[in-house]
């Protein structure tokens, strides 16, 4: 994000776009010239089309796969509803400036960063339900507090910036331990 405003700031909103398509670019090269394949030969079948077709017909009816998938989902949804309105908020009803509003929304970012780097630290000590009902727990809270400051017409970045930080901290323990929760039943297919 902070690219990305210091690119608008300078070259107008297209900019952050054509970084985008040339970082893609190079991103590219390097998979197809330097990445080497890490699937052992004799396992190289798991990744036809056929064979994930049929992994997924197995997983996608087991009960856990299916209900980590759709919190994850429903999070994820809230999550880009968020991303996709808070720096036009920032921007526009707070009046920031784009650079300026690209390094409050980086703050806010960083949340999920933090939450899912402790929550790689806390697994072995706190059980996977609970750090997904304590994160999910975060970002109830979080969207309840951002209503309540919306719904008392406080206008500021920090009204924006503080519960996005609290909700992506809490997205960053339910996240990965939804997604472990999803496949930890298929070992072989994960």
């Known amino acids: 994000p902070v690219i990305g405003g210091v690119l608008v700031g300078?070259?107008?909103w297209r900019s952050p776009f054509f970084f985008c398509v040339g970082y893609a670019g190079a991103i590219v090269l390097l998979v197809l010239l330097v990445l080497e394949e890490t699937l052992a030969p004799r396992n190289r079948?798991?990744?036809r089309v056929g064979a994930i077709l049929a992994n997924m017909r197995t997983v996608?009816?087991?009960p856990a796969f299916v209900v980590n998938t759709l919190g994850n989902c429903a999070l994820y949804g809230a999550m880009w509803a968020w991303l996709s309105s808070a720096i036009f908020l920032l921007i526009e009803m707070v009046g920031q400036p784009?650079?300026?509003a690209s390094v409050f929304f980086s703050i806010a970012e960083a949340g999920f960063m933090v939450g899912a780097a402790l929550a790689g630290r806390l697994s072995s000590r706190i059980a996977t339900p609970a750090m997904v009902i304590g994160g999910g727990c975060l970002c109830l809270g979080a969207a309840g507090l951002m209503w309540a400051l919306?719904?008392?017409g406080v206008v500021h970045?920090?009204?924006l910036v503080a519960p996005g930080l609290i909700w992506m901290f809490g997205y960053g323990f339910f996240y990965p331990h939804?997604?472990?929760?999803a496949v930890a039943p298929f070992p072989t297919m994960a």
């Open 10 to 12: 300078a070259f107008g």
């Open 45 to 47: 079948q798991a990744a």
């Open 60 to 62: 996608s009816r087991h």
């Open 98 to 100: 784009v650079e300026q």
């Open 150 to 152: 919306a719904a008392g």
């Open 157 to 159: 970045g920090a009204a």
């Open 178 to 181: 939804t997604m472990a929760g």
